[in-house]
């Protein structure tokens, strides 16, 4: 969960001192955001992901510090780095060739984590979140899952605060049918 505004307040501080060449504020810097954003990186790209591109968010978040003018909370700054981090990523990904002589798709399925048998109901949560649409994913995970309000995943998205609810929402939509679909919701379910 988010802290309050009064930690996203010594965050910032801490990020004007790091810019400023304060090893011990950018250590704290750090400290303070960085589970946060491994999760938010997390359910963008995927777990295998998270750390590599955690890594790669502060670095260019300690390059830029210097330049920081803390017109909006670090923490938001940093999550709008970490949304661009995974945009770079995913460019990357799509125009690297692909090749793969597995035979069996099944085994190269459960091996990627695409299918999961016996998972409980966190796993298949996961899987469902990252089944959303990138937009929608992005804002729900923001809101719902990091505890952003709507108008810091708005500056983190890149788009006004309206679109964001209304990504929520649809989402909320997908992640219901989706849950349903797959048998996992209580409809699906056995009670006794």
């Given amino acids: ?3 309050g505004a009064a930690d996203d307040d010594q965050v910032t501080r801490w990020a004007q001192e790091a810019g400023q060449g304060d090893r011990e504020a950018g250590a704290a810097f750090v400290r303070a955001l960085q589970g946060q954003v491994r999760g938010f990186l997390s359910h963008l790209a995927g777990p295998a992901e998270a750390d590599d591109l955690t890594q790669e968010t502060f670095l260019r978040a300690f390059r830029s510090l210097p330049r920081f003018a803390g017109r909006s909370s670090a923490r938001t700054w940093v999550f709008t780095i970490a949304r661009r981090v995974v945009v770079d990523h995913v460019r990357a990904a799509v125009a690297r060739p692909r090749t793969a002589s597995v035979p ?6 459960e091996a990627a984590g695409a299918v999961t048998t016996g998972a409980d109901d966190g796993v298949t949560l996961h899987h469902l979140i990252a089944g959303l649409s990138r937009e929608r994913r992005e804002a729900f995970v923001a809101t719902q899952v ?3 309000s709507y108008a810091e995943a708005a500056d983190v998205c890149g788009c006004p605060v309206g679109t964001i609810r209304s990504r929520v929402a649809r989402a909320r939509e997908d992640l219901v049918a989706a849950w ?12 006794g």
Avoid: C
């Fill in 1 to 3: 969960m988010v802290k």
């Fill in 104 to 109: 069996d798709w099944q085994s190269a399925a």
């Fill in 146 to 148: 990091l505890g952003l």
């Fill in 180 to 191: 349903q679909a797959d048998g996992s919701g209580t409809g699906g379910r056995r009670t």
